[in-house]
């Protein structure tokens, strides 16, 4: 258990994903998470099915937390933190907005503010989530630890320049969308062949969950561990050649390239 008042200024999709992530993980507990955003409705109503706190502004909100963690859009960013700069005076941010960098939440936050840049993945609500982490001079050893301890317990963490947060991104943040479009496809192609779209589903879900286990687990390097499934002349192989044929590694390859691209579009 981590003793701190975590308030975060934003309940969106990803805020909510840390916040149910902490509350199962008993790092926190919900008393001690503090909520405050633009809706009314949706704070109020997600407080009241979670037991969070929620405040009726972001000042108040802000002077009632130790850390807090900033989870608008960027173009809310500026204008938000502005409101606040006096109550975070001796507080904590944790930004999770995307393509803003230290540098520019020092600026518009006060050079004495100490900052955790974090860009975590959704699949950080079931305990299951990989977290890059970045830190200005003002975050001490002391803080680093306890911080990258909180977001430890939602998953994995990697310490990275912010640098290295585009690729990132791309292959944490928005990959949980295409693996679960690759689930999606293969569960399609089962119910092509027969089986219901749920019990497709499952199985394909399964194995890609084995197989991540298998790469994480494994000495060997994924390349491998696919020659220990592909027999010669066997059906695994003729089905590698023809997902090749079509473009597959291409696609991925092309899929990150955008993904990257938009991201410094963002930044």
Known sequence: ?????????????????????????????????????????????????????????????????????????????????????????????????????????????????????????????????????AANEQLDDAAKKQLGDLFQALGEISWQPETAFGIFSALAGSSPAYVDFFIDSLSRVGVKYGLSKAAATKIAAQAVQGSAKMVLQSSQTPFELIDQVSSPGGSTVAGLLAMEEAGFMTAVVKGIDATIQKNNQVD
């Open 1 to 133: 258990m981590i003793a701190m008042k975590i308030g975060f200024i934003g309940v969106g999709a990803m805020a909510k994903a840390i916040i149910k992530g902490l509350i199962a993980s008993k790092v926190v507990t919900a008393g001690d998470i503090n909520v405050h955003s633009a809706h009314e409705k949706n704070y109020v109503s997600f407080s009241k099915a979670t037991g969070v706190v929620s405040y009726k502004s972001n000042q108040t909100l802000v002077e009632q937390s130790d850390v807090v963690v900033l989870a608008v859009t960027p173009e809310m960013a500026k204008p938000v933190l502005q409101s606040v700069r006096e109550q975070l005076n001796g507080k904590t941010l944790i930004s999770i907005v995307g393509g803003m960098s230290i540098s520019r939440l020092e600026e518009i936050g006060g050079y004495s503010l100490k900052i955790l840049r974090a860009l975590p993945n959704i699949n950080v609500e079931i305990m299951a989530g990989m977290t890059a982490l």
